[in-house]
């Protein structure tokens, strides 16, 4: 249930209804929206007479949240989330350019990716060290060795890090290196994972999965979000289809949805989203025209060597290239990078 505090309520006020709420059984969320302060008040609902909780002094309303997804809604939060990460607020109007390899491959690889995205534009440095690959004889990531690498190279040029979690238990590990905890395609639906996300005091990158519906995907960003983390960004990355021509099917559709439904951010992946290199500035563009916070993108110098995901890799010129159009089309949204 959603109880709207009155204008002004005293922060005594508040914490005596949310005490009173807590004993009741239920779970209590705050947020403060134009001078109110609104509670969001989940579990058993029937543990408490809510016509009584309407009589008192500092209640305005009290409704249901209809969403499955509560916390993440607009109807308990109607104003965008703003995550701080580094030298950019990601969902507010300036665009964040996250880009850098698909996996860290060594030391020399990801200074000079690293140095071609920071002057490119792009304030936070993508690269996975723990890698989810469908074949277990394929590159799995450098490991602790890798966010190493991948730390420094981001401090080198200025740019915050963002890094793939395999694993609940790796949490502590990943979230010493790294400024954003990547939660893959794969693992959307890990439920001790996101658990554990949301304990570790870092904004959650949320990639939807290969067939996952948009409210299964906000209902994993619930599982954050009630756990005490609300810096969750979206992140679509394209689902499976019939389609065989493209590694994904972006959808796109899924940014208005998602911006409608959800104070989150939401970003968009179009490397993993196409597969395919020439495929990536147009989606890319697509994304930010559509209304996506930002962009994750793969970009490597040598793509042809690369360890993972080379065919879909943007070379450093036309990732420059690319952020430059982003520019132009950012403008014309009344956005900035
Ligand atoms: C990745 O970002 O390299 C990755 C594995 O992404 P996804 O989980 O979207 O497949
Ligand atoms: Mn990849």
């Known amino acids: 249930m959603l109880v709207l505090l009155k204008r002004e309520v005293g922060e005594p006020v508040v914490n005596d209804l949310t005490s009173w709420l807590r004993m009741a059984g239920l779970g209590v969320h705050r947020t403060d929206h134009n001078g109110h302060v609104r509670l969001a008040a989940l579990g058993e609902a029937g543990l408490v007479d809510w016509e009584q909780v309407k009589k008192f002094p500092a209640v305005e309303s009290v409704t249901k949240i209809a969403m499955?997804?509560?916390?993440?809604?607009?109807?308990?939060?109607?104003?965008?989330?703003?995550?701080?990460?580094?030298?950019?607020?990601?969902?507010?109007?300036?665009?964040?350019?996250?880009?850098?390899?698909?996996?860290?491959?060594?030391?020399?690889?990801?200074?000079?990716?690293?140095?071609?995205?920071?002057?490119?534009?792009?304030?936070?440095?993508?690269?996975?060290?723990?890698?989810?690959?469908?074949?277990?004889?394929?590159?799995?990531?450098?490991?602790?060795?890798?966010?190493?690498?991948?730390?420094?190279?981001a401090d080198a040029f200025g740019l915050a890090v963002v890094s793939e979690v395999m694993d609940a238990q790796m949490v502590p590990l990943v979230a010493r290196y790294a400024d954003i905890l990547q939660v893959g395609a794969r693992n959307m639906q890990n439920f001790p994972l996101l658990r554990e996300v949301g304990h570790a005091g870092k904004p959650v990158l949320l990639k939807r999965g290969l067939a996952s519906t948009i409210e299964e995907w906000l209902l994993s960003a619930e599982h954050v979000v009630s756990q005490g983390n609300g810096q969750v960004i979206l992140c679509e990355r394209g689902i499976r289809t019939f389609e065989t021509y493209t590694r994904n099917t972006l959808d796109l559709n899924a940014i208005p949805v998602v911006k409608e439904l959800t104070h989150l951010p939401v970003i968009v992946d179009p490397s993993h989203g196409t597969g395919i290199r020439n495929k990536v500035a147009p989606m890319a563009r697509a994304a930010i025209a559509a209304g996506a916070d930002g962009l994750i993108i793969e970009v490597h110098h040598d793509p042809d060597h690369a360890l993972s995901d080379g065919a879909q890799s943007l070379y450093p010129e036309q990732y420059r290239e690319l952020v430059e159009q982003i520019r132009t089309i950012a403008a014309v949204l009344g956005r900035r990078l």
């Open 68 to 153: 499955p997804f509560k916390l993440a809604s607009r109807e308990f939060r109607p104003h965008d989330t703003v995550i701080t990460v580094g030298r950019c607020a990601i969902g507010s109007d300036q665009l964040a350019l996250m880009a850098g390899p698909c996996s860290v491959e060594g030391e020399a690889q990801t200074f000079t990716i690293a140095e071609a995205v920071a002057k490119a534009g792009a304030t936070v440095m993508r690269g996975g060290a723990y890698k989810p690959r469908t074949s277990p004889y394929s590159f799995q990531g450098l490991g602790e060795e890798g966010l190493r690498i991948l730390r420094r190279a």
